[in-house]
């Protein structure tokens, strides 16, 4: 089993940053691929990025590429979402997970664990 806490969450404005942690406790946090999904409300959570085991393969949605950044430390058991230059589009409750398989993917029904989220709002 694999728990999941994100935080960092708030309240921001328009341009500003957030940084996001998912702290993972349990077995093989190294091991795993990990990502980040948001949901808007009345929307499906979707894909924002991902992460191989050791950072060596990333992914981003087109719609975050080149304003959020996610790294790993595996010593502490922990990802980060760096965001950048917020949007009132990125307004979201922020989920991390986990997933059993090494590399990266943007495939939510692939990842099995979940994190209870976070709340992001970017007021414009």
């Known amino acids: 089993q694999v728990q999941l806490v994100e935080s960092g969450g708030g309240l921001v404005q328009t341009g500003g940053s957030l940084r996001l942690s998912c702290a993972a406790s349990?077995?093989?946090?190294?091991?795993?691929?990990m990502g980040w999904f948001r949901q808007a409300p009345g929307k499906e959570r979707e894909f924002v990025c991902a992460?191989?085991?050791?950072?060596?393969?990333?992914y981003y949605a087109d719609s975050v590429k080149g304003r959020f950044t996610i790294s790993r430390d595996n010593a502490k058991n922990t990802v980060y979402l760096q965001m950048n230059s917020l949007k009132p589009e990125d307004t979201a409750v922020y989920y991390c997970?986990?997933?059993?398989?090494?590399?990266?993917?943007?495939?939510?029904?692939?990842?099995?664990?979940w994190g209870q989220g976070t709340q992001v709002t970017v007021s414009s």
């Open positions: 997970a986990a997933d059993d398989d090494p590399l990266p993917t943007s495939a939510r029904g692939r990842y099995d664990y």
């Open positions: 349990g077995r093989s946090f190294s091991s795993r691929g």
């Open positions: 992460i191989s085991w050791n950072g060596g393969r990333i």
